[in-house]
């Protein structure tokens, strides 16, 4: 089985500031890593994924995220944040094989940004 | 083109009765999520379905939740004997499919179960 953990519950950031939003996972098999983000009465919307290759992998929005497999970590970053990145973010992983490709979310991230 | 769609976009509904939550695939896609999110958590798995048939179904969390999908392509979640701890945001998701490769998977907008 697979779990993530996003340690802030809510991050408030100013506007134009670099923000890092954290996340940690468990598995015992190979992964996906992806980040999703929902914003308020909208369905989730893919931001970005890591699949294999290069662990730096550039998002929408000019988000991008690190896969890094010694920490188990897929943190997601933006160098400069605007009013209109406030949303609720969630990290999630699949396996990487068979056929039954469910994700498991964490508990999400709250971003404000702030003007 | 179309996304996913989801009908109703809220429902409420009182204690001990059944309802019905529908899902509209993107056309084609094969593959076929239910997600349950409840009030501050992240979406959690309920059902896969890959045409026709659940997969794996080990996400319900009791037999009083059910789900089809008749024809490959539109699926309803079925909750019988509601409860108040059923009240949450149900998520449908679809993918072309599976196999080696990865397909991502594109979300509905969600129903908003109130159960009072």
């Known amino acids: 089985a697979q779990s993530v953990t996003q340690l802030d519950s809510q991050v408030p950031v100013f506007e134009e500031a670099p923000v890092e939003l954290r996340c940690n996972y468990s598995s015992s098999v190979s992964v996906y890593l992806f980040w999703y983000v929902q914003y308020p009465n909208q369905g989730l919307q893919l931001l970005l994924k890591?699949?294999?290759?290069?662990?730096l992998v550039k998002g929408i929005n000019g988000f991008e995220a690190e896969f890094n497999k010694s920490q188990t970590s897929f943190h997601l970053r933006k160098p400069s944040v605007h009013i209109s990145d406030t949303a609720e973010y969630f990290c999630a992983v699949s396996v990487s094989s068979g056929s039954a490709r469910q994700l498991t979310f964490g508990s999400g991230t709250q971003l404000t940004v702030l003007p | 083109g179309a996304g996913v769609s989801q009908t109703p976009s809220n429902k409420v509904t009182e204690k001990g009765k059944y309802v019905e939550l529908r899902c509209d695939p993107i056309s084609g896609h094969t593959a076929l999520y239910w997600y349950r999110q409840s009030l501050g958590q992240g979406p959690e798995f309920l059902i896969y379905f890959q045409g026709t048939g659940a997969a794996d179904d080990s996400g319900l969390p009791n037999d009083r939740f059910f789900a089809v999908r008749p024809e490959g392509s539109v699926s309803t979640l079925k909750i019988q004997r509601t409860e108040r701890g059923d009240s949450a945001v149900y998520l449908c998701?679809?993918?072309?499919?599976?196999?080696?490769?990865?397909?991502?998977?594109?979300f509905g907008p969600g129903t908003r179960l109130t159960v009072l």
């Open positions: 890591y699949l294999s290759g290069s662990t």
């Open positions: 998701a679809s993918s072309p499919g599976t196999g080696s490769s990865y397909n991502e998977q594109f």
